[in-house]
């Protein structure tokens, strides 16, 4: 497993309120509480606000802080902009047994997610296959976590979701006029183990949130990520992120990674959700996603113990190839997010300090002061 050096730096202590503006460590309970309780004086009910903290520290956890706590301003604002709906639940529109449709109606999306994948579950263990369509969700987070979900129960899944509600920011291959956004996808195979394999990823060479951090650390991008306003690439993360920047994001691995974000955007947005990027749809601002899920239960096809087997002797032989040079081990899908939160339940959670003052910032927009703060961060 990689292995990063120990880090010095100690755990938030709030001694002076400057401290806000430092590169910190957090515990994952410390920012629990705060993302909590930020998100319910917005007007979100506590028992969501804390499902939706916890699914934002944990995206931090496994390494993916463009869908950590960052995303809470964005999700006061929503709230605060009567852009989402904090205590609405899943509609159920349109129940066909395997097929069942949801209408997420700007809920967070951590919530109306999970009970759209919960029924789904229930559906796939009943007739060996599930689809589920959730249109008009508010932001989903970290898709990972209903695939996770869905391999915990055993079941194969497979993910295809869209992003709007705002204007686009990824140029289509060849094009130099954005129509997408990051247009994640994301398939999981459970392990017996609990080790299952996960792909999830944004179909852009870098999730959008990453841009977003790295803009806020001030470093550059990694290369074929971005195009500025004239079409040509560049590493500088400010044009996509600063006012009148009018650059653009690029989708990964040319036209083979812009034909799944295609995918993604019909099949999560025009079948799933009835909403796509098109100019007919409303771009209020918010950012919703529509997501088609399909899953799969292995053992309504065949052997479940020969299917584990034969994933196991898959995944040993890959992990015998011999790695680059440079490079300490060949992984598998989802290994790099497993070490990761080992290494941050340790160690801490960096949050850079501009990304902290935008979640301080945010919390006086709901009306907390530092005084309420205060005592969480301790
Ligand atoms: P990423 O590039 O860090 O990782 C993508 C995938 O590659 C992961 O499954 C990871 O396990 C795997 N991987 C990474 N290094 C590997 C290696 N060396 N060997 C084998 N596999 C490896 O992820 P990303 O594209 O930056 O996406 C980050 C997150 O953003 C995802 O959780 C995604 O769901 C989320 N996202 C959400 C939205 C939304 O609108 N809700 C939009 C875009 C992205």
Known sequence: MIRRPPRSTPLYSSAASDVYKRQMLFKQETLTNVATEIMTKAGAPRENARIVAEHLVIANLKGHDSHGVGMVPNYVKAMLDGLMKPAQSAQLIKDSGAVLSYDGDTGFGRIVGMQAMEEGVIRAKKHGISCVALGNAHHLGRIGIYAEYCADQGLVSSHYVNVVGHHPMVIPFGGRDPRFVTNPFCCAVPRPNGEHVVLDMATTTVAAGKVRVAYMKGVPVPPNSLVDKDGLETQDASVVFSKGGGGAMQPFGLHKGYGLMVICELLGGALGGNFSMQPGNPRKGATINN?????????????????????????????????????????????????????????????????????????????LSQSDLDPLLS
Do not use: C, H, K
Not at 320 to 334: H, K, N, Y
């Open 291 to 367: 997501m088609l899920s399909i899953l799969i239960d292995p053992s309504a096809i065949g052997n479940l113990q020969e299917f584990d087997e034969e994933v196991s002797a898959m995944i040993d032989y890959i992990y015998d190839s011999q790695p680059a040079t440079g490079v300490e081990q060949v992984l598998i899908p989802g290994d790099p997010e497993r070490t990761t939160a080992e290494q941050r339940s340790a160690e801490g959670i960096d949050i850079d300090d501009n990304s902290w003052e935008d979640i301080m910032n945010s919390a006086r927009d709901a009306g």
